[in-house]
C-alpha cells in the first residue's frame, strides 16, 4: 500500500506551532472528557479509508479536496475527510442495532490553499433515535453542551436550517424533477442556487440539432429517437448495448428539451425569492412559516408540523428559542443531509465555524444497510480553540 504521508508530501501546508498543538490538545481532552461523562465510547476510526463513498456522497466541495492514493491491488482509498460516513460503514459492517451513539475524534485531511491539510475533529453520531424531532434538539443540545465544556466563556451564535423544507417547498410549487434536483444540489451555497434562479428564469436556448431529430424530440417520440439513435450509434462503429443505451440517450434528450422549452414565471420566482429571505429568530419561525405557505397557496402542513415538533423539542432540551436563528437559505454543502441542519459559529468579529451538523435518514442505507435507519450528528472543528 503507498504510504499515506506521501500525499501530504505533495501539500504544502503550513506546521502548526507548539503553541496551536498545544490548544488543539486540551480542547481534544475536553471534548473526550465529555464524552467518559455522558458515558460515550469513543470509536476507533482508521485514517485510511475507501475513497468511493467519499466521492459517491460527499458533495462537490469535499470531493474536490480528498487526499487520494491506492492500495497495492488498486483499490481506491483516502486519508478520511471527514467521520461520519466511516462511522456508518462502521456501524453497518458490525451489524450492530439501535439506537446507537457513536463518539469519535481525532484528524481529518482536507486539500487546502490557505489554511493547512490536517484538521481535527470531535463529534458524536445517534443512529435509529425513534423521536425524529427529540433527536435532533439532543444532537444540537450536545454540540452546544460540548463547546462550553471546551471553553465556557466563548460567545456563540447558533443557525438553524432545513433541507426537507426546502425540497417540500420546490414540490410544492411543482416544479420540473430536473429543477428541483439542481436545486437541491446548490441549497446552501447562495451563489450557485441564486445564479441557478437567473438561469430558469429566462427561457434557455434549444439544442442546435439535425431537423429530423429535433421534431422527434419535439413531438417525445422516444421509440422512434432511440431507433434513429442506435442506427447512428451502428453507422459509427459504436455498439448500443455498451454504455447508455439508446432508449436512455433518447428519454434523457427529451427531458432535457422540456425543461428547456420551461421558464420560471413572476409568481414562482416570487415564491422562492420570498422563501430564500426568511431569517428569523427561532421563536418565530414557524408562524413565519406558515405565513409564508398561506401567502403563496402551498400546501407545506406536514414538514412545518415536523419543524414545530423539532422547535418545541430544542426548547425543551433548555436552549433559549429566541438566541436561534432560523435562515431559510441555511443548508450543509455535504449531499446526505436530509432535513434539520445547523452550525455553532464564534460570536465575534470574524465569525469562524466551531461546529456543524444535521439529519442524515438515507446515508446508512446508501451505504449499504439493510433497512432505513434515522441519523443525526454533528462534528466540531477543534482547531479553532
Known amino acids: 500500500m503507498k504510504p499515506a504521508v506521501s500525499l501530504l508530501d505533495k501539500q504544502?501546508?503550513?506546521?502548526?506551532?507548539?503553541?496551536?498543538?498545544?490548544?488543539?490538545?486540551?480542547?481534544t481532552e475536553a471534548a473526550f472528557d465529555y464524552f467518559r461523562k455522558n458515558s460515550l465510547t469513543v470509536s476507533e476510526i482508521a485514517i485510511l479509508q475507501p475513497a468511493e463513498p467519499f466521492l459517491d456522497m460527499a458533495g462537490e466541495?469535499?470531493?474536490?479536496?480528498?487526499?487520494?492514493?491506492?492500495?497495492?491491488?488498486?483499490?481506491?482509498l483516502c486519508l478520511r475527510p471527514e467521520f461520519t460516513i466511516p462511522v456508518c460503514l462502521q456501524h453497518i459492517a458490525r451489524g450492530h442495532t439501535t439506537p446507537q451513539y457513536y463518539a469519535y475524534g481525532g484528524e481529518v485531511f482536507r486539500q487546502s490553499c490557505d489554511a493547512g491539510s490536517?484538521?481535527?475533529?470531535?463529534?458524536?453520531?445517534?443512529?435509529g433515535a425513534a423521536d425524529e424531532a427529540e433527536a435532533d434538539a439532543r444532537s444540537l443540545r450536545h454540540a452546544t453542551a460540548i463547546l462550553h465544556h471546551i471553553a465556557p466563556t466563548r460567545d456563540i451564535r447558533m443557525l438553524i436550517g432545513d433541507h426537507a423544507i426546502f425540497a417540500a417547498m420546490l414540490a410544492a410549487l411543482k416544479l420540473p424533477d430536473g429543477w428541483q434536483k439542481k436545486m437541491r444540489r446548490c441549497f446552501g451555497n447562495d451563489r450557485q442556487l441564486h445564479t441557478l434562479l437567473s438561469e430558469l428564469s429566462r427561457p434557455a436556448q434549444s439544442p442546435n440539432l439535425p431537423y429530423t431529430v429535433s421534431q422527434l424530440i419535439t413531438h417525445g417520440n422516444t421509440q422512434a429517437l432511440a431507433e434513429l439513435i442506435e442506427r447512428q450509434m451502428l453507422d459509427n462503429g459504436i455498439c448500443p448495448s455498451v454504455g447508455r443505451t439508446?432508449?436512455?440517450?433518447?428519454?434523457?434528450?427529451?427531458?432535457?428539451?422540456?425543461?428547456?422549452?420551461?421558464h420560471l414565471d413572476n409568481t414562482v420566482l416570487t415564491a422562492l425569492e420570498d422563501f430564500l429571505a426568511i431569517d428569523v429568530s427561532l421563536d418565530k419561525a414557524e408562524q413565519t412559516l406558515n405565513h409564508f405557505a398561506i401567502?403563496?397557496?402551498?400546501a407545506l402542513e406536514d414538514v412545518i408540523t415536523l419543524f414545530s415538533a423539532r422547535i418545541k423539542a430544542i426548547d425543551t432540551q433548555g436552549l433559549d428559542l429566541a438566541e436561534l436563528r432560523y435562515n431559510a437559505a441555511f443548508g450543509r454543502p455535504l449531499d446526505y443531509y436530509t432535513g434539520f441542519v445547523y452550525e455553532i459559529r464564534d460570536g465575534g468579529h470574524k465569525p469562524q465555524t466551531l461546529a456543524g451538523g444535521?439529519?442524515?435518514?438515507?446515508?446508512?442505507?446508501?451505504?449499504?444497510?439493510?433497512?432505513?435507519?434515522?441519523?443525526?450528528?454533528?462534528?466540531?472543528?477543534?482547531?479553532?480553540?
Open 246 to 262: 439508446p432508449q436512455d440517450i433518447a428519454a434523457r434528450l427529451i427531458e432535457k428539451q422540456a425543461i428547456a422549452d420551461l
Open 358 to 385: 444535521g439529519r442524515y435518514d438515507r446515508l446508512l442505507t446508501m451505504l449499504g444497510a439493510p433497512m432505513p435507519i434515522p441519523a443525526v450528528g454533528f462534528s466540531i472543528w477543534l482547531d479553532q480553540f
Open 61 to 76: 466541495d469535499l470531493r474536490r479536496r480528498i487526499f487520494m492514493t491506492t492500495s497495492d491491488n488498486g483499490d481506491s
Open 118 to 127: 490536517s484538521f481535527y475533529q470531535a463529534g458524536i453520531e445517534e443512529f
Open 295 to 298: 401567502r403563496h397557496h402551498l
Open 12 to 27: 504544502p501546508y503550513p506546521i502548526l506551532t507548539a503553541c496551536k498543538m498545544h490548544e488543539i490538545k486540551i480542547a
